[in-house]
């Protein structure tokens, strides 16, 4: 029985023959098939969620060397 009303039955979630399958696995590891079910469930929630790496290099941002505008009254003498 679900110890929550919002857990789920394996039967609820997989056909007669996946569950046969996951009985089989379950065997080999001598494990139960609810335990192998919730650990491959969990692996499968990280692999899909885990943030990937970014490539390259991380360089600081630098902003490219603008000269200043020269303004029109600037390069007049004033007298």
Do not use: C, H
């Amino acid at each position: 029985m679900p110890e929550n009303q919002s857990d789920l039955f394996l039967w609820q979630i997989a056909d007669e023959e996946d569950i046969k399958f996951l009985g089989e696995v379950a065997d080999a590891l001598g494990i139960p098939i609810e335990q192998l079910t919730k650990e491959r469930i969990e692996r499968l929630i990280v692999t899909r969620t885990r943030p990937k790496t970014m490539t390259g290099t991380v360089q600081p941002f630098r902003r490219p060397y603008i000269p200043p505008k020269v303004r029109a009254d600037q390069g007049l003498k004033s007298e």
